[in-house]
């Protein structure tokens, strides 16, 4: 006798229309402020920035070996032939220990006014106990007096000797050398002011707010070899007379990686963002305090 195997399994009913899934309509895109409109454009138009590879643009320039060899030959004459008429000393301590001392040749005749500023920095309180705050390739650069003001009557004279000496070495190149001392009096990679509204006695006025801060004239740099990239930022003020042993110990201690190649740093500087300026002070900063831990002048001509 055979057996029949019934199925007990309910069916499944087939879906009615009103059970079909029907896709939600889609949502209108979110409201963004006008800052984060900013960012997402600046972001949406990141990737056509980095795509430039660094090769191309590097292509273009003579090779750092080039510079530096060329450099030297216009620069060296330049150092070594201009009259030193004061000299004075800078007592430098790295992580609480001293150095060495670094004697400075002074340009009075060639840059009377970066000579002088230096010489009232290096007198009184200015230069003593105050950081170097930077290392790189080429030059060590120190923080200067953070509490002097920036006077444009003050960087504008540095700059003008600047340029006067830019004229006066050959092949314009100043910083081609080891052992140049020089007064920063520009910034060429601060942006340029943004304007904004402001209220003021019931109107709304248009005032430029500056984003970084602008040299004030007493930071001061050293090179260790050639830096041709201080030419459009710094005036020339003396040499190093004695002590490049001392700046070698400086550009040796190990200091913060610089990150300004970083995707997210780039588009955060793009769209003005302040923390950029602020985390881009700390780049090439070094691990250890190296301080000018007394100062003074040895010499000066009447």
């Not at 070594?80 to 060495?100: K, Q």
Request: glycine share 10%; charged share 20%.
């Amino acid at each position: 006798m055979s057996q029949r195997i019934l199925n007990t399994a309910k069916p499944t009913p087939a879906p009615t229309q009103t059970q079909r899934h029907h896709p939600s309509p889609p949502q209108p895109p979110p409201k963004l402020g006008r800052r984060a409109a900013s960012a997402a454009i600046a972001i949406a138009a990141a990737p056509a920035l980095l795509s430039v590879s660094p090769a191309s643009s590097r292509a273009q320039e003579p090779e750092p070996e080039a510079v530096g060899v060329a450099g030297a030959a216009a620069a060296a004459p330049c150092l070594a032939e201009l009259p030193v008429t004061a000299t004075a000393f800078l007592d430098v301590s790295i992580g609480g220990e001293p150095a060495g001392r670094i004697t400075v040749g002074l340009f009075g005749d060639a840059a009377p006014a970066g000579a002088s500023r230096f010489l009232s920095l290096v007198t009184g309180v200015g230069y003593r106990r105050k950081e170097f705050v930077k290392i790189v390739p080429g030059y060590v650069q120190h923080g200067g007096v953070v509490s002097y003001p920036a006077v444009p009557a003050v960087t504008d004279r540095l700059a003008a000797e600047a340029d006067s000496l830019r004229a006066r070495c050959p092949g314009g190149a100043v910083h081609g050398a080891a052992g140049a001392v020089s007064i920063v009096v520009r910034d060429p990679s601060l942006p340029p002011p943004k304007p904004k509204l402001v209220a003021r006695g019931g109107k709304l006025e248009v005032e430029e707010e500056q984003v970084g801060v602008a040299p004030n004239g007493t930071e001061f740099v050293i090179t260790t070899g050639a830096a041709p990239e201080l030419d459009a930022s710094a005036v020339l003020v003396g040499r190093v007379l004695d002590g490049m042993d001392v700046v070698a110990k400086i550009a040796a201690v190990p200091t913060v990686r610089d990150n300004a190649a970083s995707p997210y740093f780039r588009v955060a500087k793009l769209i003005g963002d302040k923390r950029a300026v602020v985390a881009e002070r700390g780049f090439n900063r070094p691990y250890t305090k190296v301080v000018v831990s007394n100062c003074g002048v040895l010499s000066k001509t009447e």
